[in-house]
């Protein structure tokens, strides 16, 4: 082969290795990507079925308290 041929082959060898490293740098990267896409989807589903159940129940908490002041102001008045 001689000196040239040998270093025309770690040459070539040497670009295939970088290009393998970035092709899956590249890959790990676009996987990455796309599950964090999807754990924020699922975070913000749950964070808006937590607002949905916490404006429930202060709805709920509200009606109780309206009600409990109700019936004081007419035990009061009677």
């Not at 896409?37 to 908490?61: H, N, P, Q, Y």
């Amino acid at each position: 082969m001689g000196v040239e041929g040998t270093e025309a082959l770690v040459h070539v060898l040497n670009e295939y290795e970088k290009e393998s490293k970035s092709s899956v740098i590249d890959i790990a990267e676009q996987r990455f990507e796309k599950r964090l896409t999807e754990e924020i989807a699922d975070l913000r589903g749950g964070i808006e079925k937590s607002k949905s159940d916490t404006i429930k129940w202060m709805f709920l908490f509200w009606i109780g308290q309206i009600g409990a002041v109700v019936g004081i102001i007419l035990a009061v008045f009677k």
